[in-house]
């Protein structure tokens, strides 16, 4: 499913997927609820130099974030609790 052009105000640079099983989980210990992260997001706000690699739920709902001083590391420094599917990247189109 692909995410919305911007997430929490970011625009999408890269994305990825993972269809019925997540990336993995994330556990919220005050809702004592777990999230499942189904996408993977690679953002850059406006006027920032920082890209932000943003964990989502099956609506593309920001669970976790972080950020990076580039995209290859956004991609390539993906935590171990998000690798239960092999994340396939796509490529936002330059002109959305």
Known sequence: M?????????????????????????????????????????????????????SCNKNWETIQDGAYRNIEDAVRLLPDQYKNVQANWHSRKSSE
């Open 2 to 54: 692909e995410p919305p052009v911007y997430i929490d105000g970011a625009k999408v640079i890269k994305w990825a997927w993972s269809e019925l099983q997540p990336f993995g989980i994330v556990s919220n210990e005050e809702e004592s609820e777990n999230q499942e992260i189904h996408g993977l997001a690679i953002c850059q706000y406006e006027n920032s130099k920082k890209i932000y690699r943003f």
